[in-house]
Every structure is written in C-alpha cells, then in structure tokens.
C-alpha cells in the first residue's frame, strides 16, 4: 500500500467517470452495464496508447486505473459478496420457493450439462485437454443477472420473471465456483478424478455454504436485535455479515461462500421486518442498493479496461474456437431451458413457465462479474500452462463481451416481442380505475383552488378540460376493460392483506407486538397472500381458517404438557396465540374503519369484500373469546399492558409533533424520549395454565368439602390435561384407559340425536372403565378444558376409598346407558 492516493485517485476517478455514463445510457436508451464496459475498453486503450505521454492529472488517473489491476480475488472477495447479498436481499423467499425446483434446476443440472456440452465441443475442435475444456465450459456457466435485471426494472417485467432469472443466477454462480474448483484441483493433479468424489465434495459444500450462511445469518439477527434502537449499527452488521459469511466459508470453512451470501441475506431478508422498522427497513435497502450499484459501476468499468490487455492479439484460431464456444453455449442453454423446464411442469415439480418467460430467460442469460472472476483466476495461477491460461482468457472474455454487446443489448426486444412489457390486463384495468379517479379529483379540486386563490374562474376551466377529457377517455377504457367480477375482489383483498401486514408493521415499530410475533404476524399475511393467489376468496378463507387451527407445534405442545407435565412451551405457544389473536383484531377493525382505495370499486364489490373481512374478524374475535373465556385474567393483564404501550406512544407521538413544530429542540426531545424508553419495555407477562393438581382437586364439587388431606392424597392420582377447542378427547371405540373430571370448560359427548353438553364438575369417560367395554360415544372439547385424568389402575383404588363416590358414578353410568 506504497501510493494509497494513487489507489484513492484510481477509485474515486473510475466512479466518477462511470456515473456520468448514467445520463448518457439513460437517453440513449442502451443498458448502463454495457455502456460501462464500453467506457473501460476506451480507458484500456487510451492507457495503451497515452502511456508514454505526460499529462499530469490525466496521466496520472490513467496510470491509478492501471494499477488497480482487477485481480480474481478482488472480484471474489470484494465486489461478490456485495453483489450477491444485494441481490438475495431483495429476493421474496416465500416467491423464491415456489420457483425453487425449476432454479435449482437449471442452476445445478442446468450448469453442469452446460459445462459437459461445451467442454466436450471444445475439447473436439482444440485440441486442449478435456479437463481444461471442462473448466472453460463451467466459467461461462454462469449467468449475471446485473444487466438484464436493471432491463426488468425499466420495462416492469413480471416480478416472477425476475426472481426466476436472478434465482438461478445466484445459484449458479455458486455451482460454478464449486465446479470450477473441483475441476481446477483435478486439473492441477491435486486430486484424483472421480465422479462419485466430485459429486460427494460438491453436495458438502453446496449443504455447507448454506448451513453456515444459515447459522451466521440468525447469529447476526441477534446480535441486531441487541446493539439497541439505533438503526445505523444494524445496518452496518448487514454489510458484516456479507462479508464474513463469505470469508468465513470460503477461507476457512471451504465451503460455497457464495451460497453462504445468498442464505445469509435470504433469512435476514425474510426475517429482517420483525428486527428493524420499517422505516429502517428502507434505510437498509437504500443502503444496500447504493453498495451494489457502486460494485456494479467499479466493475463494469474494471472488466472493460482489462479487455484489451486479455484479447487485444486474438488469433484468427482462437476466434474460431469462440464461434463454437457460443454456439455450443447458446444451443445448450436452449436445450436446458425449453427442454428441462417443460418436463419439470409436466412431471408437478414446478409450476408452468410461460415461453416468453422461458425466451427472456434463455437470451437474458448474460455472463458477468463471476465468470470473470474464475477467468482471471486461471490467468493468474502459474500453476496452469500459459497455453491453458490464454486459452481460457480469451475465450472467456470474448464470451462475456459477446453477450454484453449482443444479448443485453436486444433482450429488451425479446421483452416486447412476448408482451412482457405491458401490464397485466388486471394490472391495467386497476390503473385505468386510478387515472379515472385520479383525473377526476384533480378537476374537481382545480375549481376550487383556482376559487380560494380569487383566480379568473375561466382560468380553472382551461386547464381543467383536458383533464376531463383524458378522465373520459379512460372511463371509456376501464368499463371496455373485460377483467371480471372475481378479479376485482382479488385485487381488493390483496390490496387489504397488504395493508394489514403494514398495520402490523405499525405495530412492531411501536412496540405493540413484539418481534417474534411480528414475525409469525408477517407470514400469516403471506400465507394469505398466497392463499388469494392461488385460490381467490376461498384460498383467503381457507388461509385464515388454517391460521386459526391449532398448529402441530401447539398439538406438540399440549402433549408434552400430557406426557411430561411440561406445561412451559403450551403456556408460550397460547400467550402468542393471544397476543396475535389481539393483534388481528385491532388490525381487522382497523381495516374496516379505513377506506382508502374503495372508489376505485363499484358497490357491489366492495360490500362483498367488506362481508369477507367481517367474516373473518367474527372468526378471530370467537377465538380470541374462546381463549379469554379460560384465562379471563391473563386476558386482562394483557388489554393493561397494551394499553400502557399506547400510552407510552401516544405520549412519545406528542413529543415528535412538538419537536416537527419546532416548539422544543433536539436536546429537549431527547432527553424526554430517554425517560420515555426506560419505562416502555415490559415482557409479556407469563401465561399461567393453572394445571395444578391440588388445586384443581379442590374446585371439584364430589372433592370440594373433604379435608385437605385427603384431597391431596386424590390429587395424587389425578392427573392435570388442558385441552384445546375442538380437540377429540375420547374417540368411539377406542379402548379405554382413563376417565375424566372437568375442572373448567365444557366438552360435546357426540351422542344422536341431540349432543349433550357436560361442564365444571361433571365427569366422562366411566363407562368403558366400568364395565370394560369400547368407548360408547366420541367426546369433544368445546373450548379450552382443564380435566383431570383418572387412570384405569388408580380408579379402582379411588373408588374403593371413596364408596360415595363409587355410587355417584356408577348411578350416573347407568342412566346414560
Ligand atoms: P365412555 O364410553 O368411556 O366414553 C364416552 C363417554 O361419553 C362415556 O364413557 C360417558 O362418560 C359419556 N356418555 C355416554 N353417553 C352419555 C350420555 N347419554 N350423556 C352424557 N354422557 C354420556
């Protein structure tokens, strides 16, 4: 680091030059990536050409661009794990999975027949060991999707479209690494070929880069969620944890550093809303699209100025072989795409991808920073034979210039050929709706502003009339638009779960939910999101139906609760239960009172919509009773402590309002807003399942005026269950092996034709202990129920110490029989 100014003056000019190349690609309508790179190939040039030349700064700038000589371990160490977890970052997961099959495809297989095809081509026409030409062949695998991305973003392109292209280009940069370093090993004779060893020690560390990308990820939430309120030092952990995880598999672990980048963003990218605000939510994603576009611009400019110096003397030969090396590229990844993926559909592995989705794709397929990367690599080892590492330079670089001259630059053209560039026709029916909306409010309040401002009433008209006429144009549109009744209440409950899940984020930054709950609040929405997606008005009902059952974690729960007597884990699970149920309803009821974006319905959609929201909040506030009804003073606490919390935001709302209004300074804000944190973290109070025995004993009316010692001595036999609403306790004809006493809550006996309903004090159960038959009848709880099990050994016992007892049951036995 003799002349870091020099490096400081390398860097800062590169930038700077890139940037301006912005405005430029923008009005010439042509990628910014590829107007990059052809700005560094000019810069390669002029350093050939000027080195001579003493110009001063310019000299100098040129010579601090040559110095920063891009090497494959600045790519892979520096710009890489950027990139990728900038990518990962923004990737939906939940949208990612239900594309999994057909990426991890054409990111695993895909590549590696990509990689046999062309190295098997290329080892025919050159000559060169087949290994090398494996080696090639895996490099210009992997896909960029930098330049086609940005395309997407400009034209609006599906978003499946972009989570298919970038899925893949993520996973397959990490299958191409691995490729590459299994094949540069063999290569290099430090391992024996192999194939069983090969795909052994690639699964290891594909599996490996994603656990420790997994763990570190979790890990790093923690650590967030510690470093207090602050959303700077959070954020700065996610650029940490970008190049740690890496690091971490990479050079220690060996293992994919790039699959550790992707797992890693992809959980904090999942979890991230329950651990930050919202608003530094966008802080972060501001941050991180500044870092990736900056890795971008340096990189691009730093391939382009490399160019000349890799295939400046290219031989007529070595162009033949690039000929091949493209169409063999071109016509594998063609195979893969349109063969491959149709299968993958047919078979029920994936959904159906349409052909324009599939063409985008195959000419989409731009090859970047990666295969650059593992070019130079091979360049740079001494290791290899000069013929072998100019073999791979140049081919490599020609391939990577080829698809940024020609793929990226008519991918677009792809795009409109197959209409991917338009909206869709629901997309454009809510739009026209909009503009009608929109064009008319402004008309209407044109008037009235020119009015208030005591402006000539023409004036107003004027300006006014093409509005209207747009507006009218439009309203002719939107009513010829044929998008159905269904779609409209689609739209509109989307609209809705997507308010909802920002209610919840309301919530989170307020402190009303905590951040485990936030989380299992956020992926509710998505299961109702998804749920409208593939299925309408029943897929929404059906998703908050299924969130209202008791999960298997809960089932889990209560039985260890039964087996164990581990009461802690269903006492977490319930409490949650309650705090989301409460959670759902305020923001249901929110919903409901709000408005905004129902003129854009006609009547009857949105009255139909409104029934479906009031369904579901009638379905939330009978569970949220059910639980209240069993822990009426829980439920309690609960309502004070929420209502503390909003105490403590409205208090911390006025505090904001005076410091906007400029009535009280910073300092004085501060200090206000400090005392105001100390008092507002409470946890939530634990949920006590009041499963005790003695206690229970005691409620009983048969147990009720023993003595105390005696009632401790049936306590002892007894054995405390809480069961869940709706929970089968006993089933017809199963074998019996207890009898049960409610304590609390009622249970349904299934009797025909009428059922009968037995609560507190009643007992159930005695029949097939009594006279040793099947279980008569089914029995099921109707809310939450404390019984206590007697076991068959311990009803004989009991009965026999308590005769009263013995003729109770055996009475009430045989009037139900
Ligand atoms: P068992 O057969 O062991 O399991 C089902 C139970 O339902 C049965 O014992 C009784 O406790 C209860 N049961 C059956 N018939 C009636 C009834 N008519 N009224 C109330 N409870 C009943």
Request: contains cysteine.
């Amino acid at each position: 680091m003799e002349h870091i100014w020099l490096t400081v003056l390398g860097v800062s000019g590169l930038l700077t030059l890139a940037v301006l190349m912005w405005p430029v690609a923008n009005r010439l309508n042509f990628p910014y990536t590829v107007m990059l790179a052809v700005v560094g190939c000019v810069i390669g040039y002029a350093e050939h050409a000027l080195e001579t030349a003493n110009l001063g700064i310019v000299s100098d700038l040129l010579g601090a661009l040559h110095a920063l000589d891009i090497t494959s371990e600045t790519v892979l160490f520096v710009f890489l794990p950027a990139l990728v977890f900038e990518s990962a970052l923004a990737i939906d997961v939940r949208r990612l999975m239900d594309d999994i099959a057909p990426i991890l495809m054409l990111a695993v297989v895909g590549l590696l027949i990509s990689t046999a095809v062309v190295g098997w081509a290329l080892h025919g026409v050159s000559g060169y060991p087949l290994i090398a030409c494996l080696l090639l062949g895996a490099i210009v695998s992997a896909t960029d999707p930098v330049a086609v991305v940005a395309i997407f973003k400009d034209l609006g392109a599906p978003k499946r479209l972009a989570i298919l292209v970038e899925g893949e280009s993520l996973f397959n940069d990490a299958t191409a690494i691995v490729v590459f370093t299994i094949l540069s090993a063999m290569l290099l004779g430090q391992s024996d070929a192999g194939l069983a060893a090969g795909v052994l020690s690639f699964l290891k560390v594909f599996i490996g880069g994603v656990l420790v990308g997994y763990l570190l990820a979790r890990l790093f939430a923690l650590l967030m969620m510690g470093v207090g309120e602050s959303a700077l030092p959070k954020i700065t952990l996610t650029l940490t944890l970008a190049y740690l995880s890496f690091l971490l598999a990479e050079h220690y672990l060996h293992v994919s550093g790039v699959m550790a980048v992707v797992t890693a963003a992809l959980v904090l990218g999942a979890r991230g809303r329950s651990i930050l605000s919202q608003h530094a939510w966008h802080e972060l994603e501001g941050v991180w699209e500044q870092v990736g576009f900056i890795a971008n611009s340096v990189i691009f400019v730093l391939v382009g100025i490399a160019v000349p110096g890799i295939i400046g003397d290219i031989t007529m030969t070595q162009l033949t072989w690039l000929v091949v090396l493209l169409v063999t590229a071109f016509v594998a990844r063609f195979a893969i795409i349109f063969g491959m993926v149709p299968v993958l559909s047919r078979l029920g592995w994936a959904q159906h991808v349409d052909v324009g989705y599939r063409a985008v794709m195959f000419w989409g397929g731009l090859r970047g920073a990666v295969s650059l990367a593992l070019a130079l690599a091979v360049m740079e080892n001494e290791a290899f034979s000069p013929e072998v590492r100019t073999f791979i330079g140049t081919l490599v670089t020609g391939f990577v210039l080829f698809t940024l001259a020609v793929n990226a630059t008519t991918v677009q053209l792809v795009m409109r050929m197959f209409g991917l560039d338009k909206l869709s026709p629901v997309d454009a029916a809510v739009r026209d709706r909009v503009l009608v909306s929109a064009l008319g409010n402004i008309c209407d309040n044109l008037h009235s502003a020119a009015l208030s401002r005591q402006m000539r009433s023409g004036l107003a008209d004027s300006i006014a009339r093409p509005y209207e006429e747009r507006a009218r144009d439009r309203r002719q549109e939107a009513d010829a638009a044929s998008i159905g009744h269904r779609d409209w209440i689609n739209v509109n409950l989307r609209k809705l779960t997507l308010q909802e899940q920002q209610i919840y984020g309301h919530y989170f930054d307020q402190g009303l939910v905590s951040s485990d709950i936030a989380r299992l609040l956020f992926s509710q929405s998505a299961d109702l999101l998804d749920g409208i997606k593939s299925g309408g008005e029943e897929g929404y009902r059906g998703a908050y139906e299924r969130a209202l059952e008791f999960g298997w974690q809960t089932m889990l729960a209560a039985q260890l609760q039964r087996r164990f007597g581990l009461s802690g884990p269903l006492a977490r699970l319930l409490g949650n239960r309650f705090e989301m149920l409460q959670a759902n309803c305020m923001a249901l009821r929110e919903l409901a009172e709000d408005s905004t974006g129902t003129d854009l319905l006609d009547a009857e959609v949105s009255e139909e919509v409104d029934t479906i929201v009031q369904d579901r909040l009638h379905a939330h506030v009978a569970a949220l009773e059910c639980l209240k009804a069993a822990y009426p003073d829980y439920a309690d606490r609960l309502e004070e402590r929420l209502l503390g919390q909003i105490a403590v935001r409205l208090e911390h709302a006025h505090y904001q309002k005076m410091l906007s209004g400029n009535i009280i300074s910073k300092e004085v804000y501060h200090d206000l807003v400090k005392a105001l944190h100390q008092r507002a973290s409470s946890d939530r109070p634990r949920l006590d399942l009041g499963l005790d025995a003695d206690r229970l004993v005691a409620q009983m009316p048969y147990f009720a005026d023993l003595p105390g010692e005696r009632q401790r001595e049936i306590a002892r036999m007894l054995r405390p269950r809480l069961v869940l609403p709706g929970e089968q306790v006993i089933t017809k004809g199963d074998k019996g092996d207890c009898m049960y006493f409610i304590s609390s809550g009622a249970v349904q006996v299934e009797i025909e034709p009428e059922p009968v309903i037995l609560g507190r004090g009643d007992f159930f159960g005695e029949m097939a202990l009594l006279s040793d038959i099947p279980r008569v009848v089914s029995v099921t709880a109707e809310g939450f129920c404390d019984l206590l099990a007697l076991m068959t050994r311990d009803f004989r016992t009991l009965l026999d110490a308590h005769p009263d007892l013995r003729d109770t049951i055996e009475r009430v036995a045989a009037e139900r029989s």
